[in-house]
């Protein structure tokens, strides 16, 4: 469906539980989240709605996400139904790969098609330190194993930290020498709870192609990432800059929350709610969303914090 400024909204991001395995310290609070009330989701069968309401208005991929969406027990049957919905053309998945040695084979069966994983640094003290409870162990069985599961171009998602991760610009990048994978680094959101970070934390995707200077631009791919490749590497890197250089002109997206919520857009506080609704309802509801999907989404610092009223993990990045 076109929006009021005439963009193509075909893209779905689907967070299905709010929870995680992880504490990252830009994504969510030490100590969690109150668990909302069963009643408050959405239950698998008002998910499959929403997703065949939003393909009669023309979305055509979806993304499922968290929280950590491999926490939710009926992950894969979430994943097969949605890939059966009629106008889905592709069904992808972002994790943070702790749960993928058991799911990622059950996954790819399901119909899933791409896997995104998360991993911000490959030194395990760091690693320990910024996710607050996992292991760079553990992450890295997980990528082995949706490579092992047949899942191509697995996307490595790493959030650019000034003064965590920047001098590990080389090894990341190398990673698509090492595996094929594509990686992609994502300038860090500044959410109302995104931990203790100070502006120097917060730097801009230039700061790759100044420690990549061998790197070569490459045609984009219809996506939102900036694309590069290292002589000899197998797959891209990708640049995301939603701070530095919005693609607001250009976003297709919209999401929906755990919880219910469609948000047009991932920094603003509206909300449209989709719980309890019949199929007509949800379609009536989507519509207006897409319609008013904002125009972008303002400025964002340190000092001016998103205004999604929610932390990443109950958006879904
Ligand atoms: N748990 C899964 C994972 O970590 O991949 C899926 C949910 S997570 C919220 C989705 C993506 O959002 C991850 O790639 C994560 O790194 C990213 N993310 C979370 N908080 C962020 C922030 N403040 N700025 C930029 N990206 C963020
Ligand atoms: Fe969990 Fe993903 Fe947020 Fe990390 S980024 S806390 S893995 S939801």
């Known amino acids: 469906m076109i929006d009021r400024l005439e963009r193509n909204i075909r893209y779905l991001r689907v967070s299905i539980t709010e929870l995680c395995n992880l504490r990252c310290r830009y994504c969510m609070p030490e100590d969690g989240v109150c668990k909302k009330r ?16 939003a393909a009669s208005l023309g979305i055509e991929k979806l993304r499922i996400t ?40 059950p996954l790819k069966e399901a119909g899933v098609s791409r896997i995104n994983m998360s991993l911000d640094t490959l030194n395990p ?22 490579l ?3 899942f191509e171009k697995v996307k490595i998602n790493a959030v650019l930290i000034g003064g965590f991760n920047d001098d590990e610009i080389v090894p990341l990048a190398e990673l698509t020498k090492k ?17 203790d970070f100070d502006s120097k934390a917060f730097i801009p995707y230039t700061t790759v192609l100044d420690k990549l200077p061998e790197a070569v631009e490459t045609a984009p791919d219809g996506g939102v990432a ?12 990708g640049l995301i800059s939603p701070v530095s250089a919005h693609f607001c002109g ?16 991932l920094h603003s506080g509206d909300e449209y709610s989709l719980k309890g609704l019949d199929y007509d309802g949800m ?26 009223g929610r932390n990443m993990n109950q958006i879904g990045g």
Not at 82 to 94: D, F, K, Q, S, Y
Not at 285 to 297: C, E, Q
């Open 38 to 53: 069963h009643e408050e989701m959405l239950t698998e069968e008002e998910l499959i709605r929403a997703i065949r309401a």
């Open 66 to 105: 968290g929280g950590e969406p491999l926490v939710k027990k009926n992950v894969v049957s979430i994943c097969r139904r949605a890939a059966e919905v009629e106008g889905i053309r592709e069904v992808c998945l972002t994790t943070n790969g702790v749960l993928l040695p058991q799911l990622a084979k």
């Open 125 to 146: 003290e760091k690693y320990a330190y910024i996710t607050r409870i996992g292991t760079l162990d553990q992450a890295m069985a997980g990528l082995e194993a949706a």
């Open 148 to 150: 092992d599961a047949g």
């Open 179 to 195: 595996y094929p994978v594509d990686v992609r680094f994502i300038e860090m959101m500044p959410m109302y709870d995104s931990g």
């Open 226 to 237: 900036r694309l590069y490749r290292l002589p000899g590497g197998q797959g891209s890197i």
């Open 250 to 265: 250009t976003c297709n997206r919209i999401r929906l929350t755990a919880d219910g919520k469609v948000k047009p857009c």
């Open 283 to 308: 379609v009536a509801v989507l519509k207006d969303a897409i319609w008013n999907k904002p125009a972008w989404h303002g400025e964002l610092s340190a000092e001016n914090r998103s205004q999604a």
